[in-house]
């Protein structure tokens, strides 16, 4: 279940909420200086869809951009296909982000979303929320604020994959999920990967070999529990340390 008002630390794991007021993650994705009024006209043009089981897909690749996506509860990835034909994972997103920004610039969507897990999201007419936000400043800044977000992202992306060392990409992907659970109330210190090892190793361009390898190193040096899916981060500043994140960060 998300965490209800006031949040308390807790592992990760599914559920849904009703309505914007009531969502414990829409201060991620909605501007929570809205006044009630602005609340309902945004509630009233927002569809709560039914559950999106593993392995579907949102939308894909070359799809028309007709709405963008709030991930109430779940895990989406975003990938694109290679001239090889194969796969590039290119996000994961968790609950409280919104997934087709992306789309905005060539009004089609220019990589695949698929659940990685029965997720639950909002979708957003794109039409009338541009419409919305044109008359409710407050909505157009937090949807800046959102894309400026995703942009961040990509080039914090970019500067991963530009560490030349695998136990720096690994240590800063985790501490990256570690970082962005505890901004949704749940424990930055216990959570599942809801990612298949190959899915990580695709993402951060390591093999599973060398995943499964790290994660046990990571163990041995009392890092990281790994129990299957689930990981307890034991000493947060040596892996800190590892991802090259500053503690006065």
């Known amino acids: 279940m998300i965490p ?23 201060q991620l994705c909605i501007p929570f200086t809205l006044n009630e009024n602005e609340l ?3 509630d009233q043009i927002i569809e709560r ?8 897909e949102l939308f894909k690749a070359g799809d028309s951009l007709k709405s963008l996506y709030a991930i109430r509860s779940g895990t989406i990835k975003s990938y694109t296909i290679t001239e090889q034909g194969d796969e590039q994972i290119t996000a994961f997103h968790l609950a409280g982000d919104l997934v087709g920004f ?14 990685l897990e029965t997720s639950m999201v909002c979708e957003i007419p794109y039409e009338t929320l541009d419409d919305l936000s044109g008359k409710m400043p407050k909505l157009r800044q937090q949807i800046m604020r959102l894309m400026s977000s995703e942009i961040k992202g990509d080039q914090d992306m970019i500067l991963l994959l530009s ?30 990967l809801t990612m298949t090892r190959g899915d990580i190793g695709n993402y951060l361009g ?18 990281l529990s790994v129990k299957g899916k689930y990981i307890t981060i034991l000493d947060h500043d040596t892996l800190m340390e590892l991802a090259g994140v500053s503690s006065e960060s």
């Open 4 to 26: 209800e008002k006031p949040a308390t630390k807790r592992i990760q794991s599914g559920g849904c909420a009703i309505h914007c007021q009531d969502c414990s993650i829409s």
């Open 40 to 42: 309902d006209q945004l």
């Open 49 to 56: 869809k039914r559950p999106i089981q593993k392995g579907q």
């Open 102 to 115: 992306d789309a905005i610039t060539e009004d089609s969507h220019p990589s695949f979303a698929q659940a």
């Open 163 to 192: 560490k030349k060392n695998a136990e720096e990409r690994l240590a800063a992907f985790l501490y990256n999920l570690s970082t962005r659970f505890s901004q949704r109330g749940f424990s930055p210190r216990e959570f599942r």
């Open 206 to 223: 390591l093999t599973v070999e060398t995943i499964s390898r790290l994660l046990g190193r990571f163990q041995k040096s009392e890092i």
